[in-house]
């Protein structure tokens, strides 16, 4: 909002005119409206006699100065508060009458004044916020916090404008943090008119104030328009502690144009400059900065070392691997190479941390971070974990086996992660101890029973004796690695558990494990469990019955249907109904809706949609609709809507009207799998006016459904609904009305602060697919500060695929921030879309180029193999750097060994040539085990 005295679109200026006689002759509408008189009013009326106080007040002297001698007088309050006494047109705490700025001026007609003409002007707004700042400012020098908190809070709702904004810079510098934050957040809120020159010159004059420094840099952090510009101007000034502050806000700022300078600092006199220069580029992830970081790892300076690792660790270079591996013989750097090796490493550094693992035991949980963090990410990215698996596995010994097993007795979480998964890669009696020992930790236990998998039947029989603990949730792991083994050989032991089992996750975990086995010996012991009263057991156990089938199991089926336990006659049901051709099936079903039990009744109604005889059942569904319970009404509401025809549709119709909601709602939802059902009105009033929630729910994911653009206004109201549910149906909705007007809502719904909402949002904006979705989308991943909402944009953009979509991921990749889940985006694309994200490698922008050979090479196909040898001609050195190494990463990485040995003998850069000389020697030794 603008400022009080700015906040007024109406006119604030009066006119009028007098002859010599102070007759009025003309009189303005804002004076009407301000006075209540009107020209015809006061049309040839003496301004005196309207205005009997001006008199006595002093203002004949000045009109007789005006008409006589030609003065033109200026009134100004506080001497003159105002000519025509009338009330402020805004309310005002402070003034009774509106203060006014009155200009009287001679009125001359060719040499000769015939008269005077006033102008009036409301200052009223204006001096009312000047004394409010004033007090204002007055209760900032407060010694009460609490007074100190009201005054800025107060400051912070008045304007946008970098206008008036000194008391709320000096907060900047306020002792209480409570206080300081809210005048960062207000000023970063203002337009920035000047906003940079003002608080640049704040930081340099009063950057000995860390308060008012730090409160300073973070505005200008949040403020949109270039303050690259200005921060680095201050990198000149004398002050050491100054120029640090100022390196970590450019660090923050994700523009690379701030790289040229903070690579300038690298230089600097002072070590903790130097050190946050580090730290920033790290941040910006500035690839051209790779070669300068890695010779300060090896300079020996430990200060600057660690943070040259950790950025080199978020550059995610992989250039760099040969000069971290060696730094694996400095015991002081060790451990951090190890982190950077297992983010950027490649097959040849899962070799050498196997190998230290043998030999160094302190740092066995770190190389086993390292190592599976090396294994995640090609499984990730390239689907190819296994090349690390195979690698690893040879190289660990009996020695290097003792480490791994004696660091579990002390790992954290991600470290027994790490331990499980590569002790799942080894084989020995060991292993197998350590692993089923593990199954007790609950935190691990996916892990672990991963690993006990790949071990193979071998462990099956070790995996049986677990069988026998009391501890359930060791016992359920072992269940579900048998499961995963489907070994036959723990069918004996699973059903004999069965015998006595009366634990429902239990039962339920045996009866899936045998359910994959597939073995028909567990048939008899299952069957005993159709009519266990708990519905999730009854559900598995159907489930495993249906999966074995045996010739046995329709005959005895068949007799569930007349036992006394419903449970037993609803399972039997449920398995004719899932199963389907049993001898008279339809039969048996049709019965079965006749059943004294309601769950039975129910079990059948919602079955017979399965048998195909849809003419047959049709009647019984709508009987069930019109005259059973509400359960059945609403389970023949479900069957409905499976049965096609214009005669399913009119009885789904007629039940929205049910007087059981639950009837209306299942109606509803029915009625979205027919595409031509003529219910439109009756949708939109169920989503307007139901009283249960559902059924709104319910009508508006039909509407949605069936494309209905005449509930698109309905829809947007809904979008702003407190019931979070609701909102969400209606986006999603008018994600599925692929109308122009259903696009706007949603839009605005990007932008929402409810992460339910703005998610349904991006997902239903995704569904439209047209430019206007793709820019909404690419202004959304480029927000930061909200990661969630940046990938789900970028998610979005990645499945609408077009040439825009494909565009715009590439251009939110050039922020250093979002590049690396821009890049997994569109190494996902297949190979029909190569050619439009090749585009990228055309770009102007550095960043954007290099994100597009990550890209490319990540797709592992000859048309993106081919664009990256042409890259290797790129002009800006960090690109052909980013190719050689992406080029490297390839499965036959000789057939370009022609194109890079130019480079490795050309290249005007010494780390392209570096990396072109590593990746031949690669390329070598990959075709001699290829020969082997």
Known sequence: MQTKFMNQSEQSIGIFTTDVNLKIRSWDSWLTAVTGLSLETVRGTSLLEIFPDLEHRGFRTYFQQVLTIGNIEKLLPPIYSYLIPCV??????????????????????????????????????????????SELSEQLKSGEVSQRLRAVQ????????????????????????????????????????????????????????????????????QLKGDIIGPLTELLQLPDEDLRGYVVLALGEQSDRRAIPALMDMLNDSNQNVRYNAIEALGKLRAIEAVDVLANITESGDFFLAFPALDALKKIGDPSVLPRIIRLLEDELLQEPAIEVLGQLGDTTVAVSLAQLLNTQSTLTLTLAKAIATLYHRYEELFN????????????????????????LNYPKEEELHALTLILGWLTGEAVEQALTQLLGKATVQTEVVR?????????????????????????LATITALERLGDKRAVPALTQILLTADNPKLIIGIAN???????????????DFLGHPNTAVRQATIAAL????????APRVITLLQDDNPYLRESAVKIIGYIGGYPNGLELLLTACQDANEKVRQAAIESLPYVDSEAQILSTLVTALQTDVPKIRAAAARALADIDGEQAVTYLCQALQDPEAWVRYFAARALSQHHNAPCGHQLIQLAQYDEAE???????????????????????????????????????????IHHPAALSPLIIALHSLAPARYMEAISAVAQHRNLEAVTALQEIALLEGDLLRTEAAIAALKQIATPEAISAIITVAAHPSKRSVCIKALSQLDESQIEWLARGLTHEQIAIRAATVETLVRLNHPQAFQHLLAALSDPEASVRLAVVVALGRVKEPGVATS??????????????????????KQAVTTENEGRL
Request: some cysteine; hydrophobic content about 50%.
């Open 88 to 133: 402020p047109r805004t309310h005002s705490k402070r003034f009774e009458y509106m203060q006014q700025r009155v200009t009287i001026a001679p009125l001359r007609e060719h040499e000769t004044i015939v008269g005077m003409i006033v102008t009036i002007e409301d200052l009223t707004p204006q001096l009312e916020w000047e004394r409010e700042l």
């Open 154 to 221: 107060s400051l912070a709702t008045q304007t946008e404008e970098w206008k008036d904004t000194e008391q709320l810079l000096e907060a900047l510098g306020d002792e209480n943090w409570r206080v300081r934050q809210v005048a960062v957040n207000s000023l970063a809120q203002k337009r920035n008119v000047d906003a940079v020159a003002i608080l640049v010159g704040k930081i340099r004059n009063q950057h000995q104030d860390i308060s008012v420094l730090n409160s300073a840099l973070k505005v200008l952090a």
């Open 384 to 407: 190819e974990g296994e090349q690390i698996v195979h690698l690893v596995q040879p190289v660990i010994t009996e020695q290097g086996l003792r480490h791994l097993l004696a660091a």
């Open 451 to 475: 690993a006990l998998v790949r071990q193979g039947p071998r462990i099956v029989q070790l995996l049986i004796e677990q069988l026998a603990l009391d501890d359930l949730e060791i016992r």
């Open 513 to 527: 494990a045998l359910t994959r086995i597939g073995d028909p010996q567990a048939f008899e012991v299952l069957l």
């Open 546 to 553: 249906n999966a074995l089938n045996p010739p046995a199991m």
């Open 694 to 736: 559902q059924v709104c729910i319910a009508a508006v994911e039909t509407l949605g459904a069936l494309g209905e653009v005449q509930a698109i206004a309905l829809l947007k109201r809904l979008t702003q609904l407190a019931s979070e549910e609701l909102a969400i149906a209606a986006l999603s909705a008018l994600g599925k």
């Open 899 to 920: 194109a890079v040995s130019k480079l490795a003998a050309e290249d005007v850069n010494l780390a392209v040539q570096r990396a072109a000389k590593n990746f031949l």
